[in-house]
Antibody
Framework: QLVESGGDVIQPERSLTLSCVGSGFAFRNYAINWVRQTPGKGLEWVAVMSDDENRQYQADSVKGRFSMSRDNSKNTVYLHMKGLRLEDTAVYFC???????????????WGQGTLVTVSA | ETVMTQSPVTLSVSPGEGATLSCRASRTISNNLAWFQQKPGQAPRLLIYAVSTRANGVPARFSGSGSGTEFTLTISSLQSEDFALYYCQQYNEWPPGHTFGQGTKVEI
């Protein structure tokens, strides 16, 4: 199971941190991705962090503004968002994968999502 | 960035009929292609990965095929619970991009 939290209504240019807690599996062995979905629109991959937290990558749309961290002792991954924009309004899902990229990077389990609304 | 293009945008099907959904990648993605199903208010659910491997618990009426840049999800004999949004996704690109298609809505 993956459970996201931290979504909120927040003003533009402010910062917000989302959390994703995993349970029922060996959390430390999985990369964790963040994917967002704008209301009524499709899915956009946002970022990924490797299982050992040594590597992370972000989509161009959030590069320089979003970053990830993780605490494997707490089975938790964080998405740190700064300089939020109106277009960052979305439901944010976390999803696990056995690798960052390639044949094992399958998003096999997802959380239910947390809503971030950026509004003045 | 690898762009994923799905067609059609909407597919109208009667229960019991079959449905064929298409997904085209802007560049070769090897076999690193997945399909997801999403229902309103729910998270996406993995259906197919590696082009044609069904995820755990996915009924045999769902099948995937294709190679290179052209891929297909086939649903034989649609059940009421199959009416949903379907997305394809590539997980081949380095550095990671993991782009999704824009989705196909399968409606009654």
């Amino acid at each position: 199971q993956l459970v996201e939290s931290g979504g909120d209504v927040i003003q533009p240019e402010r910062s917000l941190t989302l959390s994703c807690v995993g349970s029922g599996f060996a959390f430390r062995n999985y990369a964790i991705n963040w994917v967002r979905q704008t209301p009524g629109k499709g899915l956009e991959w946002v970022a990924v962090m490797s299982d050992d937290e040594n590597r992370q990558y972000q989509a161009d749309s959030v590069k320089g503004r979003f970053s990830m961290s993780r605490d494997n002792s707490k089975n938790t991954v964080y998405l740190h968002m700064k300089g939020l924009r109106l277009e960052d309004t979305a439901v944010y899902f976390c999803a696990r994968a056995a690798a960052v990229v390639g044949p094992d990077a399958v998003f096999d389990y997802w959380g239910q999502g947390t809503l971030v609304t950026v509004s003045a | 960035e690898t762009v994923m293009t799905q067609s059609p945008v909407t597919l109208s099907v009667s229960p019991g009929e079959g449905a064929t959904l298409s997904c085209r990648a802007s560049r070769t993605i090897s076999n690193n292609l997945a399909w997801f199903q999403q229902k309103p208010g729910q998270a996406p659910r993995l259906l197919i990965y590696a082009v044609s491997t069904r995820a755990n618990g996915v009924p045999a009426r769902f099948s995937g095929s294709g190679s290179g840049t052209e891929f297909t999800l086939t649903i034989s004999s649609l059940q009421s619970e199959d009416f949903a949004l379907y997305y394809c996704q590539q997980y081949n690109e380095w550095p990671p991009g993991h782009t999704f298609g824009q989705g196909t809505k399968v409606e009654i």
